[in-house]
């Protein structure tokens, strides 16, 4: 194996590691693995170049080689990580563990990954957040499912007798798949082989270009002096090319979409080069890192995922023993398979595979993973995911409680979380609640409080729902169906209650467009109600949020203040969102904001459960449980009892 490659994975390991161990300050460290797909994209065609694809045979002798590289270490890993979770792990997070140990058994982890976040209440399980020990292995799935389609594409290759029109196919490949990854929605073409198979054609690139130019007459010539120096040195064009894959390891936020093809571009250009002299590509450190890069990639996602906490010594056990545990499987495993023969391969194989399903079915079965967990600290999980069964969301499916329950109308193309005309009551106001699926956390605290004074109260609860923008085809569509709805019912007083899009933190540009947005928007609903309460911005929770905290209570309770959130980070995360609001705000003449953030203030942390109790105030996907939504009742009150004083 060519040492430059060997380092180039070297970088991409300790990119990776990184991110994974400090995402906070590495926060380009995912790029790593950006650059072990080039490198699979390169040796990929490396080797099916030097073999012609004219039978069934030569189709699995390719499948044979890979296979036989990357599954008995695979297997064996996953088969540990199980054990792994079910000692280390609290039970709460075995559900989602064994969903995923499964899917990464057939070589889907990705599929799984994008399955979940598409679905808007259970995203949280595929987020880096969900303690999921097995999540690292999406790329190796889309690395596999790239394996099984790149024989196909070299066989079809073969028809372009010319490395010119190969490498031309190989660029028009690349570009047109990176603007398709671009256009695409970024969770699903993260995850999507399709969608990453830019990236690996750029592996393509960087062998047909030196495959070109080493036929070229200069280039199998000694250098004459009368040749013309070339205005910068290959040594200087390795050394420009690792300082743009610096990026990876610098704590700087760049722009994904101009870094990542930077990336790709520079790690085929680097490829193609083939330095023998750079001291970063010729280094024996670096070189042996990349020897174990496979090992260590299998291993340290499941160590940092599961051990690692706040503390200094968990860093460092981190550390530790992701490296010794590399070193160790390579040298007495990794290695060893590789030097068996097909029989022996496969029996190691089949019993491997074996070992896993037997101790899949084991951890569902047996008792003797069942964990212990003390009646106090039982009680309390209890009564934190008892909570995720009180969300008023329930309650429009109850029999009499909604006069209406759905929202019916032949050009309505918005997805419907839940929508609820109550019974007419005595009142002489009219009210609507509109916005996502934080309307149904807050429609029932706000509806108790006007004890029954109202004449009319509905609410709506759309997907995307965000009431005062739209920045995608669903948001359009439910902002249309919102306007709709207040045009026609004409209330006298609109809560917007919604959880807001990344989108509104972006920085405020000169004629802004959401600004725009927001501004007619407010202004719109201002003509059609005769007050207007606008849900303000609230701090970042993070996906997953109740698991760790439950997490913490049953392992780590020392290490509880963590999870409260620093005020001043949290405002800066929504600084944007808040000053768009609060330009917007200046024209208003029937609208409110409503600033829920005092509740959860303290001196300079917003608290994220209660320290007496131990009740949690966010669920795993943002939202706010019961506990959290009780903190909000007096500003609500006082909020209605002003609307029923005023009317």
């Known amino acids: 194996m060519r040492q430059d490659i060997q380092c180039l994975r070297g970088i991409a390991i300790i990119s ?12 380009n460290g995912f790029l790593g693995v950006d650059i072990f797909f080039v490198i699979s994209g390169y040796l ?94 999406w790329s190796l799935s889309l690395e596999m499912q790239f394996y099984l389609l790149v024989p196909c594409i070299f066989f079809a290759l073969q028809i372009l007798k010319s490395d010119y ?12 798949g990176f603007v398709c990854f671009a256009l695409v929605l970024d969770s699903f073409a993260f995850n999507f082989m399709f969608l990453r198979l830019w990236q690996f054609s750029a592996g393509f690139v960087a062998l047909f270009w030196s495959k070109i130019e080493q036929k070229l007459p200069e280039k199998n010539s000694e250098k004459s002096e009368t040749a013309k120096p070339t205005w910068i040195s290959e040594d200087d064009q390795v050394t420009v090319a690792l300082v743009v894959l610096g ?16 990336v790709t571009v520079v790690t085929a250009f680097i490829i193609k080069l083939q330095s023998e002299s750079n001291q970063i590509l010729n280094s024996k450190t670096l070189s042996y890192i990349g020897d174990i890069s496979y090992v260590t990639y299998l291993v340290h996602w499941p160590v940092i995922s599961i051990f690692l906490t706040s503390s200094v010594n968990s ?41 896993n399903f037997l101790l899949q079915y084991s951890v569902e079965n047996q008792k003797f993973w069942k964990q212990h967990v003390p009646a106090v600290i039982q009680k309390i999980v209890d009564r934190n995911l008892n909570q995720l069964n009180v969300y008023s969301q329930l309650d429009h499916m109850k029999n009499g409680t909604c006069a209406e329950r759905k929202l019916i109308d032949p050009g309505d193309k918005s997805i419907v979380y839940a929508y609820c005309r109550y019974p007419k009551k005595h009142g002489n106001v009219s009210v609507m609640t509109i916005g996502n699926s934080y309307v149904m956390q807050f429609t029932n605290p706000i509806k108790s409080h006007f004890k029954q004074n109202y004449s009319d109260y509905r609410y709506y609860s759309l997907q995307e729902g965000f009431t005062l923008y739209a920045d995608s085809y669903d948001s359009s569509n439910a902002l249309k169906t919102f306007k709709s709805h207040v045009a026609r019912h004409k209330p006298d007083v609109l809560f917007i209650i919604a959880k807001y899009s990344r989108s509104l933190k972006a920085l405020i540009q000169a004629n802004d467009t959401l600004l725009n947005q927001i501004s007619e928007n407010i202004e719109f609903y201002e003509r059609h109600a005769r007050k207007v309460y606008i849900l303000g911005a609230l701090p970042t929770y993070s996906a997953n949020f109740l698991n760790v905290f439950l997490q913490n209570v049953m392992r780590n309770p020392e290490d509880m203040e963590k999870l409260h959130l620093n005020r001043k980070k949290a405002d800066e995360d929504v600084k944007n969102v808040k000053k768009r609001f609060e330009i917007a705000g200046r024209q208003c003449k029937k609208c409110r904001f409503i600033d829920l953030n005092p509740a959860f203030l303290e001196r300079e942390k917003y608290l994220t459960f209660d ?20 903190l909000c009742e007096p500003i609500l009150k006082k909020i209605v009892e002003g609307v029923l004083n005023s009317m």
């Not at 990776?16 to 926060?27: A, E, M, Y």
Request: proline content about 4%; glycine content about 2%; hydrophobic content about 55%.
């Open 315 to 355: 860093y460092v056990f981190c550390i530790v023993t992701t490296v010794l545990a590399s070193i160790a499987l390579h040298h007495l495993f990794e290695k060893q398979y590789l030097q068996l023969d097909f029989k022996p391969l496969i029996l190691l194989l089949l019993i491997l595979v074996s070992a």
């Open 44 to 137: 990929m065609a490396r080797n099916l170049t030097k073999s012609k694809l004219t039978s069934i045979r030569d189709f699995l002798e390719f499948y044979y080689r890979r296979f036989r590289r990357i599954l008995p270490l695979y297997y064996l890993l996953i088969f540990l990580i199980i054990i792994m979770v079910h000692l280390w792990l609290p039970y709460i997070l075995w559900e989602n563990s064994n969903r995923y140990s499964i899917a990464s058994l057939f070589l889907m982890t990705n599929q799984l990954v994008i399955h979940d976040q598409a679905d808007y209440f259970n995203s949280f399980r595929a987020e880096s957040t969900a303690i999921n020990a097995f999540l690292h292995l």
């Open 247 to 262: 990026v990876c390891i610098m704590p700087y936020d760049v722009n994904v979409l101009v870094i990542r093809p930077l």
């Open 611 to 630: 320290r007496t109790s131990l009740f949690s105030y966010h669920d795993n996907t943002g939202h706010l449980l019961p506990a959290g939504v009780k």
């Open 16 to 27: 990776v590691f990184l991110f994974h161990l400090l995402p906070n300050l590495f926060f």
């Open 165 to 176: 029109l190969k490498l031309l196919a190989a660029i028009l490949t690349t570009t047109i």
